[in-house]
Each structure stands twice: as structure tokens, then as C-alpha cells.
């Protein structure tokens, strides 16, 4: 059984920062990619940021200069800094990881339960 669990979610201000976390338990023998999703009220879930196994990172254009991706793959953990926080950016945040759990175990896709984010004034 894998688990990914989110937290750093929260309020906060227009211009002001948060940092998500998201750490991986259970069985896993390795992660690949690792990335944070949003979903806002009544809109598509969206990619924010990604980063590979081997720390090339990809973000989206609204995010850019803004939000930063991390990893710690002692600890299997995903990390998004977001500064700079708009209104815009008010959304429920998952982590999302590709991860094997044995060896030659073809990998799959797991998700955190989700963390709010919500920035106002």
C-alpha cells in the first residue's frame, strides 16, 4: 500500500507564500516523476509543476518565476514554494507521484487527498 499525503495548505494573503509538502509511505521501491495538480471550482484539474527523477523541472506558464519544485528522495518528498500567491491561484492542490513498488514492478500513478490553498484579502 502506497500513501501520499499533503500539507502546508492554507489562507493566505495576495502576495504572500505558502509551502506544500507531500511525502510518500507505504511500499515503494522507487519514484519516478513527481508533481503538483490544482483544481479550482469549476474548472479541469491542472498540471502546476513537475519534476523528474532526475530534477528537470516543468512548470505552467501561469506559475512561472513564481512557484518552485522540489524533491527530497531520501525522505520521498515533493515540495511546491509558492510565492508571490494570487487569487487566481486559489485551488485545491494534489501531489501526484510514478511509483514502483518492487523491482522490474511496472509503476503507476498515485495521488495525495488534496490541500486548500486559498488566497484573499
Known amino acids: 500500500q502506497v500513501q501520499l499525503v499533503e500539507s502546508g495548505g492554507g489562507l493566505v494573503q495576495p502576495g504572500g507564500s505558502l509551502r506544500l509538502s507531500c511525502a510518500g509511505s507505504?511500499?515503494?521501491?522507487?519514484?519516478?516523476?513527481m508533481g503538483w495538480y490544482r483544481e479550482a471550482p469549476g474548472k479541469q484539474r491542472e498540471m502546476v509543476a513537475f519534476?523528474?527523477?532526475?530534477?528537470?523541472?516543468v512548470y505552467a506558464d501561469s506559475v512561472k518565476g513564481r512557484f518552485t519544485i522540489s524533491r527530497d528522495n531520501a525522505k520521498n518528498t515533493v515540495y511546491l514554494q509558492m510565492n508571490s500567491l494570487k487569487p487566481e491561484d486559489t485551488a485545491v492542490y494534489y501531489c501526484?507521484?510514478?511509483?514502483?513498488?518492487?523491482?522490474?514492478?511496472?509503476?503507476?500513478?498515485?495521488w495525495g487527498q488534496g490541500t486548500q490553498v486559498t488566497v484573499s484579502s
Open positions: 501526484n507521484a510514478d511509483i514502483s513498488t518492487g523491482w522490474r514492478t511496472k509503476p503507476h500513478d498515485y
Open positions: 507505504g511500499s515503494i521501491f522507487s519514484i519516478n516523476g
Open positions: 519534476i523528474s527523477s532526475a530534477g528537470s523541472t
